[in-house]
């Protein structure tokens, strides 16, 4: 992990996200601790992770989702060239949750 990510205030808020159950649970908290623009911002970048990891092509991206290419290649190098395989975990996770119709 990141060193400037392991700190107390982000365990805190990495702890409180555990506890949450519902998307509902989920739209509530990051409402009322996100603005939109981030909420907007951190939506789009998951989706562009998506995107990728299914192989769309950057052209695509861009037109489905409005991200630039320095966010699109920011994400790429995220899922390609770091140790933490965070969007990987993610992905797999809610491919199982569609898979047993949880979703």
Do not use: H, W
């Not at 649970?25 to 603005?35: N, S, W």
């Not at 489905?64 to 965070?86: F, H, K, M, P, Q």
């Amino acid at each position: 992990m990141n060193a400037n990510l392991n700190e107390e205030n982000l365990d805190y808020l990495f702890k409180a996200i555990t506890t949450l159950e519902t998307v509902d649970d989920c739209r509530k908290f990051f409402e009322d601790l996100c603005t939109i623009p981030e909420l907007k911002a951190m939506s789009q970048r998951l989706m562009v992770a998506k995107m990728l990891s299914e192989g769309i092509v950057y052209s695509k991206i861009v037109a489905e989702t409005g991200a630039s290419t320095a966010t699109i290649s920011r994400v790429n190098r995220s899922l390609n060239y770091t140790s933490c395989d965070g969007y990987a975990l993610v992905f797999e996770r809610l491919k199982e949750l569609e898979e047993t119709g949880e979703e």
